[in-house]
């Protein structure tokens, strides 16, 4: 008999993979689910289960972040292994991507193994690299990507840039095809708004601020489209912002091609109005466009042409945003708010919570290939259980984050973590200091 | 008996040039490879000449840098009694299109017997071909063709496996830019061998399987069972430009080992165009053994082959003469 048994008991499970919206338990033992289901509980435990009681609250499998950026290595006073892990568990967060955009690049296996061990010492939230899909990030020259895939990246990208040259493109695609790892790329053509700051249109014109038009974003993904049925490669589409891009997306899909895509809570939730004041914290990139564009994301995520929601966590601190609006750096936390930020949405009527979850979990996870997002015997007992109602309020000064440009500070909120596990060890319990 | 002895030298090799390997017929390369037989065995005589080509002009015209081809057409001229001129152009001297075949139309009024062509753009050789009386000879032109090439390597093959028909070939590396593999490729197809290309996406012309061929993008899959491996020279500069993320990773990935090598059939056999490119495409211990074999072997059988297309190209010159 194995001492290490844990029952979740008196919970709604929420299992995306087998559409199981229902009322249960759950068994953990030796850091793997062993049981779940409704019947789950009472004389049937093993003695000396310690039993956690949900009292009514969800249990889902732990989020999955396809696309987040900590200050590690380069810029560790903006976020570390440590405080972002802390942050990724307290938003019920349990696996996550790490961009590839740190000082200096992972475009070689060697960075890829320091992430690797790094993460394994923050002893947290699991962490994935991605590697770069250009040498340096500078899009001239493939990255070693045979060499990345084996040192375990689960998929390329250059991160915030977007690949300008199609030659390059169209070659990196052929080659990543034939090694099975996604290519992730953020579509904006540069060349449209080298020097944009939020979205083109009358409050940019009327703010003296220079646009970043839907075109751009357009232009590029049209272009990925077609080198993605030229190479056969699969093809992640990043941050969608606009209607003409959750449009292209879905043709791309109809018409067979492996074409997946996410979009960040941000796009989800706010439009183009927040920069109103020269706010930097709505400094993001894509920019948060116009309502339109915002409800088609809503409609995207819901009907399931965008597959994933993804925080796109990107810490500045003071030095990076207290600016004018134009030299003020791109870029949002959201790694920890993601599950609450998002749930609106359930509240609202335009998604059920069980769909809601799965883009958070199962959409990810199969997209990067992990093994996450199910509550299925033998799989890895990362969870979170979350109360969908409870209601409160953001405050930066109460994340874990080191850097604290969260666009949605001070907004309320309904819905929040209880409680999350990894491998069935709990990593964060709700009222937990910060 | 008349029409039993016009077959028989309708069925002699009775082609004008020898652009490519795309027009040949399986039995007139059947025909130079078995001329090409008997070649090798003069070349170990220390009387090597023959008065085949005697009063006959042959000019290799170079416009890119060759040694050992060049030196190869040079040989197998002079042994067959021809005079033999080189003539090195420098293409950054001249103007494309018009005065390739000003050079052309100038080296006719010469009056040479054959010419021996090589040309960095393909299709150059036959433009020129297009414009002289002679025989012309591509000695490799752009990526498209190199017959004479081809011809050593299934010689090669066939004095080491007695045969080409139904053997396994895999031709590895830079299929892309390499003239030998479309000449390897469609000369192993008209043989009745089967070819398999081992390279990654990025180096693998498109729509290549029209050929007839098998890709394969792991080289240890690619390898499985063949009775033949070809490897091909790697161009350094394949590494700009995408095509290939570096050097390493490209050793790691289709650098010939004797790991990689296990997985091809017990005795198969190695090649390569040379020079070779140690710890690129092949592994220098590995090289090293292989460049005392088969490799060498190539060479020697290079200068028979040219000498065996050289005489069946000026077969009916010599016996109108």
């Known amino acids: ?434 | 008996m008349m029409a039993v002895m016009r077959a028989a030298a309708d069925l002699r090799f009775s082609e004008r040039h020898l652009l490519g390997i795309e027009t040949l017929k399986p039995w007139a390369i059947q025909e130079l490879l078995d001329l090409a037989d008997g070649y090798v065995e003069l070349n170990r005589q220390p009387e090597k000449k023959r008065p085949l080509l005697r009063g006959l002009t042959q000019i290799n015209l170079f416009f890119e840098p060759s040694t050992r081809t060049q030196t190869s057409f040079e040989l197998a001229g002079k042994r067959l009694s021809a005079d033999v001129v080189n003539m090195a152009v420098r293409t950054s001297a001249m103007q494309k299109g018009e005065t390739l075949i000003d050079t052309a139309v100038t080296l006719n009024a010469m009056h040479p017997d054959v010419l021996v062509v090589r040309h960095e753009h393909s299709g150059a050789v036959a433009l020129l071909a297009r414009h002289v009386e002679c025989a012309v000879i591509n000695a490799g032109d752009g990526r498209h063709e190199h017959p004479t090439q081809a011809l050593v390597d299934a010689l090669t093959i066939r004095r080491r496996t007695g045969r080409l028909e139904g053997l396994v070939v895999a031709i590895c590396g830079d299929v892309m830019h390499s003239r030998v593999a479309r000449s390897n490729i469609l000369l192993l197809a008209a043989m009745g061998a089967r070819v398999r290309l081992v390279a990654p996406p990025t180096l693998v012309p498109t729509d290549v399987a029209l050929y007839g061929v098998e890709v394969a993008h792991d080289m240890a899959d690619g390898l499985d069972g063949v009775d033949i491996v070809m490897v091909l020279r790697l161009q350094l500069e394949r590494m700009e430009g995408s095509f290939l993320p570096s050097v390493r990773e490209y050793f790691h990935r289709y650098g010939l080992t004797r790991e990689k090598l296990a997985r091809a059939k017990p005795d198969a056999l190695v090649m390569h165009p040379g020079p070779m490119n140690r710890g690129v495409e092949i592994d220098g211990t590995l090289a090293d053994d292989i460049e005392r074999s088969a490799i060498l072997d190539q060479v020697e059988l290079g200068v028979a082959v040219r000498m065996a297309v050289l005489e069946a190209l000026t077969r009916e010159l010599r016996e109108a003469a």
Not at chain 1, 347 to 362: V, Y
């Open chain 1, 1 to 434: 008999m194995s001492g290490s048994a844990t029952a979740i008991l008196n919970a709604r499970l929420l299992d995306p993979a087998r559409r199981l919206d229902e009322p249960g338990g759950l068994l953990i033992r030796d850091g793997v689910i062993a049981d779940v289901g409704p019947s789950v509980g009472g004389a049937a435990l093993p003695e000396g289960t310690q039993i956690i009681d949900a009292a009514g609250a969800c249990l889902a499998p732990g989020l999955v972040d396809m696309r987040v950026h900590f200050g590690e290595p380069g810029e560790e006073e903006k976020e570390t292994f440590d405080s972002g892990s802390a942050a990724a568990l307290a938003g019920g967060v349990t696996s996550l991507a790490l961009l590839p955009d740190t000082d200096p690049v992972v475009d070689d296996p060697a960075m890829v193994e320091y992430v690797e061990r790094r993460a394994r010492r923050a002893r947290g939230v699991k962490v994935y690299a991605l590697g770069a899909f250009t040498r340096g990030l500078e899009g001239r020259q493939i990255a070693e990507l045979g060499l990345l895939a084996e040192a375990g990246t689960v998929g390329f990208t250059d991160g915030p840039k977007p690949v300008m040259d199609s030659q390059v493109m169209r070659r990196g695609l052929a080659y990543a095809a034939m090694l099975g790892q996604p290519v992730i790329q953020r579509p904006e053509d540069l060349s449209l708004a080298p020097d944009g700051v939020m979205n083109e249109g009358a409050i940019a014109t009327r703010l003296g601020l220079a646009g970043i038009p839907n075109a751009a974003e357009i232009i590029m993904l049209e272009r990925d489209l077609r080198l993605v049925a030229l190479t056969g490669a699969r093809y992640h589409a990043a941050q969608i912002s606009t209607e003409e891009g959750v449009e292209a997306i879905r043709r791309a899909k109809a018409a067979g091609l492996p074409v997946t895509a996410d979009v960040s809570p941000q796009h989800l939730l706010l439009n183009e109005l927040e920069v109103e004041g020269y706010r930097t914290f709505a400094k993001i990139r894509p920019p948060l466009r116009r309502e339109r564009d915002r409800q088609a994301l809503v409609d995207g995520l819901a009907d399931g042409t965008l597959d994933a929601v993804a925080s796109d966590h990107r810490p500045q601190d003071q030095d990076e945003k207290r600016l004018p609006f134009a030299q003020a750096a791109f870029g949002a936390i959201g790694v920890e708010t993601m599950l609450p930020v998002c749930l609106a949405l359930v509240h609202e009527g335009t998604l059920s919570l069980l769909e809601l979850i799965e883009r958070l979990t199962l959409r990810p996870a199969h997209i990067l290939g992990l093994n996450a997002g199910r509550l299925a015997p033998g799989a890895a007992a990362d969870l979170v259980l979350f109360d969908p109602d409870r209601p409160w309020k953001i405050k930066d000064s109460a994340l874990r984050s080191l850097a604290k440009n969260t666009p949605f500070e001070g907004r309320l909120v309904q819905g929040g973590v209880r409680m999350t596990m990894v491998d069935g060890r709990v990593v964060f319990r709700e009222g937990d200091p910060a």
